[in-house]
């Protein structure tokens, strides 16, 4: 039900714009993922939007170090990992949509130029590639009471200068009162003299205003409380009402932040730049809940994340935060270990990995890491440890059945025999050249490009009835969202079966496996597609959920 309507009675959604300033990496997404959720919690319907700078087509092609993870949505974009903010704190599934860049923005542009769509005009940034961003961002807007759309990177930015002059028309272009703009500034605290300082803050407004918008809401990351004599100086310097200068202060869980930024009057001061008042009264029960199972949890489990990029802790957001979802479903809480997979590749694991209470192998592309990850699905599969391996983790878990259960020594994957140019391996995984999507069959080469040639979005699956993955979902139809190119060799499926190594899960023509779990295994699952991206705190998804309560249950026995 949309709750905003126009004076004529039209559906008309609100626009928020959410900007930075000061310097990167303020909390951007969480902020506009937080105000989603307590827009909700109002009434109102929302989808939230990103707007990146750099020019990658999309964040595809980045290394995990570069960018974090990717994040993935139903339809098969690959998205900047703020979307999963938004997914996980408003439930409203992303898609392609709600994401874009500057490099497809630029694409889209010369793609038409070449088509001679502009009718020989010559190309400028202003207009054609702004009236392309304005185009975009006002893609579904008849769909929700409130678009929150935020800016990538720091006003001031060059590459972001064509996003900041879009959305000064698009405000212009709609009725008066339909968009404000929500800013993001630090607030630095000095030690020495023991004072926040406001210079900052006010010169990130200037740049702002430099280039014609000027925020209606100022958002202040401090680590001290701000005194009221420094939120009247912002307000006065910055041209805010005082009541518009929402203090942003560190918080202990992420899941604290609806909350955090209601107190601080944040959703309030939103709706009243709108003029929407009365407002309706918030409905916060499932954040204080939510609040209360990650403050207070009755236990604690350890959980071995064995990856390659274990340095940059958001190359695995959403694994993260998807353990931690499964914690407050069971109770506990999750003490997450960064385990480099290339430390044990040719030594014995066991120092490594003995004491946790169960194993996690993420996915991840290319060879290196890959031998200590088979070493520690080997370890979890012979100590009765449980194991949840996510695409390359399963793969490496059936590359290691296939070493140890039927012999198959030289079992390996076409993946690095491929990235070292001749054939080492007896391929158990292999490149996936062709497969079926929705009503069309979709083909790939090994050196097609890279960016958006995988198995992207959403699947379907057929699980096996009476299997572990089965009782644990409660159903034996699911649809999960995958990432690769590569997938694990059904030929040796009879043989890995006889010895206990259970395909489960299979795709609904049974020509590509979902799910391997071990018959005689206390919890030991692989999966192909990526759960995690579809886990949130107030549903967490059954195999986190399941995955933790057996990590419970062996703490319980030590």
């Known amino acids: 039900m949309r709750a905003l ?10 626009y928020i714009f959410i900007t930075g300033g000061v310097v990167s990496s303020l909390g951007k997404g969480l902020a506009s993922a937080a ?19 750099y020019l ?15 994040f993935v949505t139903d339809d098969g974009a690959e998205t900047d990992l703020d979307l999963g903010h938004y997914e996980r704190f408003t439930g409203v599934a ?44 006002g893609i579904g807007d008849d769909e929700v009471d409130f678009m929150l759309c935020e800016i990538g990177g720091t006003v001031g930015d060059i590459e972001g200068l064509p996003f900041f002059e879009a959305i000064r028309q698009f405000s212009h272009d709609k009725p008066r009162g339909q968009c404000i703009f929500m800013h993001l500034t630090l607030l630095p605290y000095l030690a020495a003299s023991g004072e926040l300082k406001t210079k900052p803050t006010q010169h990130s407004v200037k740049e702002l205003q430099s280039i014609g918008i000027a925020p209606d809401v100022l958002v202040c990351r401090s680590e001290q409380p701000i005194p009221e004599k420094e939120r009247e100086k912002i307000a006065l310097f910055c041209n805010v009402r005082k009541e518009a200068v929402v203090a942003a202060y560190d918080l202990k869980s992420i899941y604290e932040a609806p909350l955090a ?24 029960d499932k954040w204080l809940d939510v609040q209360d199972r990650v403050n207070n949890p009755e236990g604690q489990v350890k959980v071995a994340i064995v990856g390659k990029y274990t340095q940059l802790e958001d190359a695995y957001k959403s694994i993260k935060e998807a353990l931690t979802h499964g914690g407050m479903a069971n109770r506990v809480k999750v003490q997450i270990e960064w385990v480099d997979a290339e430390l044990f590749e040719k030594e014995d694991p066991a120092p490594h990995l003995e004491g946790f209470d169960a194993i996690l192998v993420p996915g991840g592309f290319g060879e290196r890491g890959t031998e200590g990850k088979i070493k520690a699905a080997q370890f979890a599969r012979e100590r009765k440890v449980p194991y949840l391996g996510i695409c390359l983790g399963m793969q490496m878990a059936v590359i290691e059945a296939a070493r140890n259960l039927i012999d198959v020594k030289d079992a390996g994957s076409e993946e690095f025999d491929h990235e070292a140019g001749g054939k080492r391996f007896t391929p158990v995984v292999y490149h996936l050249k062709e497969w079926v999507q929705g009503n069309h069959k979709v083909k790939r080469k090994a050196d097609d490009d890279k960016g958006g040639t995988m198995r992207l979005g959403a699947y379907d699956a057929a699980l096996k009835e009476g299997s572990k993955v ?22 040796f499926k009879e043989q890995l079966e006889a010895q206990g190594l259970i395909f489960s899960g299979m795709s609904p023509d049974g020509r590509l496996p979902e799910i391997v779990e071990v018959a005689d295994h206390p919890w030991y699952i692989g999966v192909q597609f990526h759960p995690e991206l579809k886990s949130k705190p107030f549903d967490p998804h059954p ?3 399941d995955f933790v309560r057996a990590a419970k249950d062996t703490a319980l026995l030590v």
Request: aromatic residues 8%.
């Open 470 to 491: 089965a009782d644990v979902y409660g159903t034996c139809a699911i649809e999960e969202r995958h990432r690769h190119r590569y997938e694990v060799d059904i030929k």
């Open 94 to 137: 992303a898609r392609q949509t709600d994401s874009v860049s500057s490099g497809r923005i630029y694409s889209d542009v010369l793609e038409k130029e070449r088509r001679g769509d502009y009718l020989g005009k010559t190309i400028q940034v202003v207009p054609h590639v702004t009236n392309q961003i304005k185009d975009f961002v």
């Open 5 to 14: 309507t126009d004076h004529g009675g039209f559906l008309l959604a609100r």
């Open 543 to 545: 195999l986190f959920k």
């Open 261 to 284: 930024y209601h107190e601080q009057g944040l959703d309030q001061a939103v709706l009243d730049a709108f003029g929407i008042n009365p407002a309706p009264k918030p409905q916060l």
């Open 35 to 53: 105000l989603g959720a307590l827009l909700q919690a109002r009434g109102f319907s929302v989808r939230l939007r990103k707007l990146d700078p």
């Open 56 to 70: 990658n087509v999309d964040p595809g092609t980045m290394s995990p170090f570069e960018h974090g993870e990717v």
